[in-house]
């Protein structure tokens, strides 16, 4: 395949991790950054030291701090901001003619839910309220056991591309066609966007588990599978109640696969979190989920699992499901229960 011009709106680790293994296959990135040292270093060094320090870029990357600039004429878009920056991220690129025709392909790989009048909602119809309506059903959704580190080495990686318009998931598959990656296609979108923001509150919740297994007689490798399982099946009848379409997307890579490596790899963040928690006492500093969400830039790094915790609390709410770990999650980074009781409700249980 020719090599293609690619935009990436978020220089964050996953974005920089996929930019650089685009890269690695012959196409040209521009990337988007609001800090001026992510830029420069990107630029200068070849290095994004703030947020994938330790590698070394290519040099078909480059990057800018003018979002117009880098979404201009670019054959695909790659949109990498946070969930909660999405939409005011966007809304600054409307006027791009390639964007307001709707001639550039656009993927996008941010997790996560978006908060609304009328309650949470998913990453890409977020994105379709925002966007020209060209892009109606025809946005691809990027996803899969991918931690930006792999990628980045160019260690095999499995992903897919889920769309509601087929040959849109087949554009993106075959971008992603380079040495590392191994692209699928999928039409369920939802269930692939439930799986990549709920098993980010799976993962904070085995990050707790895990720390209190180096020094308890209760809990071992025996009660993170426990946990693991139970917390799958969570995602599960989360995803089928939001409209997810396909039972394999949660047995294949965006469910299991995405799940496991986040749960169990140690780049994850969110996992990192759980075990911060206890071993830090991390929460002491907020006073409740709320606040926690508010300050999130003082804890060092970016636990996607707590905000999602609070949305996914939400729906099960508002869709009267039951979700015993994810409730109890929320009402424990909610300072609601402690995490004596839990376990001991578990224990118990």
């Given at each position: 395949?020719?090599?293609?011009?690619?935009g990436v709106i978020g220089a964050g680790a996953w974005g920089t991790g996929l930019a650089q293994a685009l890269a690695r296959g012959g196409n040209t990135v521009t990337m988007w950054a609001m800090e001026t040292d992510v830029v420069e270093g990107i630029n200068n060094n070849h290095e994004n030291t703030r947020f994938l320090p330790g590698f070394v870029l290519s040099d078909k990357i480059t990057a800018s701090q003018n979002i117009e600039e880098v979404a201009t004429d670019k054959e695909f878009l790659i949109l990498a901001?946070?969930?909660?920056?999405?939409?005011?991220?966007?809304?600054?690129?409307?006027?791009v003619p390639s964007i307001a025709n709707g001639s550039t392909c656009i993927g996008v790989l941010t997790k996560g839910f978006v908060p609304s009048a009328e309650g949470p909602k998913l990453i890409l119809e977020t994105l379709e309220s925002v966007l020209p309506r060209a892009y109606k059903k025809n946005l691809v959704y990027v996803a899969g056991p991918s931690h930006a580190e792999e990628v980045a080495m160019g260690k095999l990686t499995g992903l897919i591309a889920a769309s509601?318009?087929?040959?849109?998931a087949i554009r993106f598959r075959e971008l992603l066609n380079v040495k590392g990656l191994m692209v699928y296609s999928?039409?369920?979108?939802?269930?692939?966007?439930?799986?990549?923001?709920?098993?980010?509150?799976?993962?904070?919740?085995?990050?707790?588990?895990?720390?209190?297994?180096?020094?308890?007689?209760?809990?071992?490798?025996?009660?993170?599978?426990?946990?693991?399982a139970a917390g799958l099946n969570e995602i599960q009848t989360?995803?089928?109640?939001?409209?997810?379409?396909?039972?394999?997307?949660?047995?294949?890579?965006?469910?299991?696969?995405?799940?496991?490596?986040?749960?169990r790899s140690q780049y994850g963040r969110n996992r990192r979190f759980g075990q911060d928690i206890v071993k830090t006492d991390l929460l002491?500093?907020?006073?409740?989920?709320?606040?926690?969400?508010?300050?999130?830039?003082?804890?060092?790094?970016?636990?996607e699992g707590a905000v999602a915790c609070k949305y996914v609390h939400e729906i099960s709410v508002h869709h009267g499901?039951?979700?015993?770990?994810?409730?109890?999650l929320y009402r424990f980074l909610n300072k609601e229960l402690s995490l004596e009781t839990i376990m001991s409700q578990l224990i118990a249980r």
């Amino acid at each position: 395949m020719s090599a293609k011009t690619v935009g990436v709106i978020g220089a964050g680790a996953w974005g920089t991790g996929l930019a650089q293994a685009l890269a690695r296959g012959g196409n040209t990135v521009t990337m988007w950054a609001m800090e001026t040292d992510v830029v420069e270093g990107i630029n200068n060094n070849h290095e994004n030291t703030r947020f994938l320090p330790g590698f070394v870029l290519s040099d078909k990357i480059t990057a800018s701090q003018n979002i117009e600039e880098v979404a201009t004429d670019k054959e695909f878009l790659i949109l990498a901001s946070p969930s909660l920056f999405i939409a005011s991220t966007v809304a600054k690129i409307l006027e791009v003619p390639s964007i307001a025709n709707g001639s550039t392909c656009i993927g996008v790989l941010t997790k996560g839910f978006v908060p609304s009048a009328e309650g949470p909602k998913l990453i890409l119809e977020t994105l379709e309220s925002v966007l020209p309506r060209a892009y109606k059903k025809n946005l691809v959704y990027v996803a899969g056991p991918s931690h930006a580190e792999e990628v980045a080495m160019g260690k095999l990686t499995g992903l897919i591309a889920a769309s509601e318009n087929p040959k849109n998931a087949i554009r993106f598959r075959e971008l992603l066609n380079v040495k590392g990656l191994m692209v699928y296609s999928s039409l369920d979108v939802i269930g692939v966007q439930i799986c990549a923001a709920a098993k980010n509150v799976v993962a904070v919740a085995f990050g707790i588990l895990d720390a209190i297994a180096e020094t308890s007689c209760d809990f071992g490798d025996n009660a993170k599978s426990l946990l693991f399982a139970a917390g799958l099946n969570e995602i599960q009848t989360l995803g089928f109640a939001m409209g997810a379409t396909h039972a394999e997307t949660f047995t294949s890579l965006s469910g299991v696969g995405d799940l496991d490596v986040t749960c169990r790899s140690q780049y994850g963040r969110n996992r990192r979190f759980g075990q911060d928690i206890v071993k830090t006492d991390l929460l002491s500093r907020f006073k409740n989920l709320d606040d926690l969400i508010a300050r999130i830039n003082e804890v060092g790094y970016l636990p996607e699992g707590a905000v999602a915790c609070k949305y996914v609390h939400e729906i099960s709410v508002h869709h009267g499901i039951k979700l015993t770990i994810c409730d109890s999650l929320y009402r424990f980074l909610n300072k609601e229960l402690s995490l004596e009781t839990i376990m001991s409700q578990l224990i118990a249980r």
